[in-house]
Structures are given as structure tokens and as C-alpha cells.
């Protein structure tokens, strides 16, 4: 299908309803009752993540690569975490602690390495090394309630690309990225409808599909800026390509979603191309 590419889009958060709740992607509203005469579905319940950027010294230039490619890397797991509590919710599995020791205690794991490679990065270069021991351990937020995430650092201290679970709209940058910083994607968020119940597990794992992709691609382009491969064409055919590609599919089978349920399908052609900040 033709996409175009819309930058900045804005994401509205509903109010809750007596039989809607908000969704964690983008403030999604679920319609009081789905169009087949079902009762509403589970929202999921997102991470609830210390954010890490706004806790940092400044970070030298020589370490500043590195640090950027472990703040996606946060990034990355959050979102990977979100689109198994959206499945979660979908189709529960395990028992009473299958949160805790499944998705929480895995992720305070990852981040724990990542915060220390972030420490390693200060210390390596003979500047102080961060405590950010206590940035470890997440919680979970209540349902519709997105995870704060840490963004990338584009020119001009814009936000990374915009996620559907709550991250802020980068604004496009003209010209290059500073040698050694690392560029973002500029994504679309995805504003839809409201929701049918029925259709409301399906749609909220594809935008949490979404922010993953955004997540793994800021990841991607962080360590390209630490170690750049390809030609000039690179992060066009290499990254922004194939995430064109992966968007596109994620946002048919949310309109697929609606349409399999008898509601109107919503056109997000335009909203699958990214651009970078």
C-alpha cells in the first residue's frame, strides 16, 4: 500500500467510561460495548520504569555513544515488556507471580546490566562513575497508564520518535547528527477510533508491536553511531526500510482488528514511514 510519512502526530488520551478503559498505547478509549454486543476486555497494565536520562551527570563526548545505545536499550526493553503484559492481558498464563517472576524480575536483569554498562562508560574515560544502582527495579502502572520512557537525544535536545506508550514527538531535524550522537527514528503516533471490546487485545498489542520496533531501531542506530557500517544509504535500506515494512504489517492487522469485528476499518496508510530526528 502507498505510505506517506506524518511527523509530530499527537496522541489524545480518552476519558475513562463506566464500561471503557484507557488502553496503554497512545490513550486508546474502548467503546462501552463491542459492535457485536460483547463485554469489554481487559486493558493491560504497563511498566512502571525509573527513567534514567533525566538522572544522568553530563555525559563526556567520548562517552556519550555508548550511553545513548544503553538509554535505547532501556527503551527497548520496556517496550518488549509492554507488548507481553498486552498479551498477557489478551490471554493470561501462569499464577498469581507470573508478572513478578516472568516479565518484573527479567527486566530488573537487563536493566541492571545496562545501568552498569552505562557506569563502565563514565569510568572508562576517567570521569566520575554514576550511582544508578536504584534505577534498577520497575513496578507496574494501572491500566491505560503509559510507561515513561528515556527517548533518544536528537540535535537540539528533541525527544526520540514518538511511541504510542508514551514517549514525546521528536521534532525532524535538518542536517546531520553530531559525530559520535546518535540519531533517532521519527516515527507517527498512531491516534485511532474508538475501540470495539472485541477488537481491544488485538489493537493493543500491535501498538505495543509499534513502540518495539521504534525501541529496536533507536537501538540499532545507537550502535551505529559507535560503529558506522554501509554507505550513505545505509540506515535508508538497512533500518528505515525494513521498518517501514514492519510497521505497515503491524498497522494492517490493526485495521484488520476493527474490521473483523463489524466496526468501520480506519486508514492508517500514511502513518507507516518514519523519518529520523
Known amino acids: 500500500m502507498a505510505r506517506g510519512t506524518r511527523n509530530n502526530a499527537v496522541l489524545k488520551l480518552g476519558g475513562v467510561g463506566a464500561l471503557a478503559a484507557l488502553l496503554l498505547a497512545g490513550g486508546l478509549q474502548l467503546a462501552s460495548a463491542d459492535t457485536n454486543g460483547g463485554g469489554a476486555a481487559s486493558a493491560a497494565q504497563t511498566v512502571n520504569c525509573p527513567t534514567v536520562r533525566d538522572k544522568l551527570p553530563a555525559v563526556p563526548a567520548a562517552a556519550n555513544a555508548e550511553v545513548e545505545r544503553e538509554l535505547a536499550n532501556l527503551d527497548r526493553e520496556i517496550a518488549r515488556q509492554n507488548e507481553r503484559l498486552a498479551r498477557q492481558a489478551v490471554k493470561p498464563e ?5 508478572v513478578n517472576n516472568a516479565i518484573l524480575g527479567p527486566l530488573k536483569a537487563k536493566r541492571t546490566a545496562a545501568l552498569d554498562r552505562i557506569e563502565i562508560a563514565f569510568n572508562r574515560i ?8 536504584a534505577l534498577a527495579g520497575c513496578g ?3 491500566a491505560g497508564v503509559p510507561s515513561a520512557v528515556n527517548g533518544g537525544a536528537a540535535q537540539g535536545g528533541a525527544t526520540g520518535g514518538a511511541q504510542n506508550g508514551g514517549a514525546q ?3 525532524a531535524q535538518n542536517g546531520g547528527a553530531a559525530v559520535g550522537q546518535a540519531r533517532t527514528v521519527n ?5 485511532l477510533p474508538a475501540v470495539p471490546a472485541a477488537a481491544a487485545g488485538q489493537v493493543q498489542a500491535e501498538l505495543a508491536n509499534l513502540d518495539k ?10 550502535r551505529l553511531a559507535v560503529r558506522p557500517e554501509g554507505g550513505p544509504a545505509f540506515i535508508d535500506n538497512a533500518i528505515l526500510g525494513p521498518l517501514k515494512s514492519k510497521r505497515g504489517a503491524a ?9 473483523r469485528v463489524g466496526a468501520q476499518r480506519p486508514n492508517l496508510d500514511a502513518l507507516a514511514a518514519c523519518g529520523l530526528n
Open 169 to 171: 514527538n521528536g521534532g
Open 187 to 191: 516515527c507517527p503516533g498512531v491516534q
Open 94 to 98: 501462569g499464577g498469581a507471580n507470573f
Open 140 to 142: 507496574l502502572n494501572a
Open 213 to 222: 520496533q521504534i525501541a529496536e531501531a533507536n537501538a540499532r542506530l545507537a
Open 251 to 259: 498497522l494492517d492487522r490493526i485495521e484488520i482488528a476493527f474490521n
Open 126 to 133: 576517567g570521569a566520575q562513575r554514576p550511582n544508578l544502582d
